[in-house]
């Protein structure tokens, strides 16, 4: 089992930025993969940035390419994502997610563990 708690969300303007955390715990082999999700009102669970743990590789979806980083602290057990230059359409509550195998680029669907969310509003 794993249990994921993330941190970290709040209200920005555009262009501002907001680190994300997620706090881990539990079974380290259930968490070969870990990503950022997003969900907006009205619209479908989407990927944001994955990272493969033991390697430290890392994918990025399209929305988050150049503007956001994923990385991890493996002694603190913690996920983050760095958002800088963020827009109103980056808001949406944002999920951290855990999977024990597979391509980490898999769909969210694939992800067997999942966070709370915290929520990051944009305002123009």
């Known amino acids: 089992q794993v249990q994921l708690v993330e941190s970290g969300g709040g209200s920005v303007q555009t262009g501002g930025s907001l680190r994300l955390s997620c706090a881990a715990t539990g079974d380290i082999y259930e968490r070969y993969c870990m990503g950022w999700f997003r969900q907006a009102p009205g619209k479908e669970r989407e990927g944001v940035a994955v990272?493969?743990?033991?390697?430290?590789?890392?994918y990025y979806y399209e929305s988050a390419k150049g503007r956001f980083t994923i990385s991890q602290d493996n002694a603190k057990n913690t996920l983050y994502l760095q958002m800088n230059s963020l827009k109103p359409e980056d808001t949406a509550m944002y999920y951290c997610a855990a999977a024990p195998s597979g391509f980490c680029g898999d769909p969210w669907i694939s992800y067997k563990y999942w966070g709370q969310g915290t929520q990051v509003t944009v305002s123009s």
């Open positions: 990272i493969w743990t033991g390697a430290g590789s890392t």
